[in-house]
């Protein structure tokens, strides 16, 4: 098997894997980008983003990621649908390799590979994903037209889902373990001027209730120890994400939350040559335009580090 070689390896295809594509590209470094199971990340499963920079009238998030992606190849990068399955950080060149089959070396690699959203874990949960159960409002929920549907969380990401599933659905309950939402006060203004979102406080999900046809409802216990059955058709979770870390994790130093853990103000990783960017190294913000500050910020110090001067 003939071993491709490369100076710069982009692994992941959000904002931040972008933007150190189009850095790098303008630095003649030749990049090579593997978009990885979700072309475009996340961003392709939200509606429109209203507060990234320079888009005045908002845009939606498809289309950014497709202006992005235009821009990185305009300005030369490799762009490659793939998935990275497997990498060696133990020596340099480093060695990744590519749907099982494709070998690469490679003088240095930027990991920019998002984060995934969580479920609960029951069982019933799982039996019914794909079937009522989803992670994705914006990609999910035009298949419940005129239904009832239930949102599980309380933060930004459950606001802005309940309030594009108002928009199709008969009914949306927002089910909130704590008696209070954690969104920013904007969202939360606009859940509740919503007049089909219900907001059901101190209520956590025991089970999904559902048939061959898919979901028919769920359990609902309080923390009073009530419980309630709601009926519902789509089932729709919103309870943050878990950092894409399982191709690394056995080279890359994580932090407390499973991260990838920098050199703070860096993109720097424990491994000399391999950078982190997105929302693969953050918990905090993991918003469009940090996750593209964060793909600049690993394009220019692994310029350096080629350079020899970083
Ligand atoms: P968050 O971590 O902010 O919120 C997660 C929510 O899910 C919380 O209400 C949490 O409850 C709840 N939750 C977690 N685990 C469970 C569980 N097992 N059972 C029931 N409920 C659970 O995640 P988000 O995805 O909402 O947001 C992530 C970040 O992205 C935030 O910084 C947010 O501000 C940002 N964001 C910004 C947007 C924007 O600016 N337009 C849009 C979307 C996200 P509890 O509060 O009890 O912990």
Request: net charge negative; proline share 4%; hydrophobic share 35%.
């Amino acid at each position: 098997m003939t071993i491709e070689k490369v100076r710069v390896l982009i692994i992941g295809s959000g904002p931040a894997g972008y933007t150190a594509a189009i850095y790098l590209s303008r630095a003649n470094l030749a990049p090579v980008l593997y978009q990885g199971i979700e072309p475009g990340g996340q961003l392709t499963t939200t509606t429109d983003i209203e507060n990234f920079p320079g888009y005045p009238s908002g845009v939606s998030g498809t289309q950014m990621m497709e202006d992005l992606r235009m821009q990185a190849e305009r300005l030369g990068t490799d762009i490659r649908l793939g998935i990275v399955s497997k990498v060696d950080f133990a020596s340099r060149p480093f060695r990744i390799v590519v749907d099982d089959v494709h070998e690469i070396s490679a003088d240095s690699v930027i990991v920019a590979t998002g984060a995934s959203a969580k479920y609960l874990g029951l069982e019933s949960e799982y039996r019914f994903r794909g079937m009522g159960v989803s992670a994705c409002a914006t990609c999910d929920g035009f298949f419940y037209r005129k239904k009832d549907v239930a949102v599980v969380g309380g933060g930004d990401t459950a606001c802005e889902e309940a309030s594009y599933l108002a928009t199709l659905c008969r009914k949306v309950y927002m089910i909130v373990r704590k008696d209070h939402l954690r969104a920013s006060q904007a969202m939360q203004d606009r859940v509740r001027k919503t007049p089909n979102i219900e907001i059901l406080f101190e209520y956590n999900t025991t089970e999904v209730l559902g048939n061959d046809d898919g979901v028919t409802g769920v359990l609902i216990t309080k923390t009073d120890g009530t419980t309630r059955r709601l009926p519902i058709d789509g089932f729709f979770l919103a309870i943050g994400h878990r950092p894409n870390t399982e191709l690394v994790k056995d080279y890359i130093t994580l932090d407390s939350e499973g991260y990838i853990a920098t050199v703070p103000g860096t993109s720097k990783t424990n491994v000399e040559g391999v950078f982190a960017a997105g929302d693969v190294k953050d918990p905090h913000y993991r918003q469009a335009i940090t996750a593209a500050g964060s793909g600049c910020i690993a394009a220019i110090d692994c310029e350096r580090y080629l350079l020899g001067i970083g």
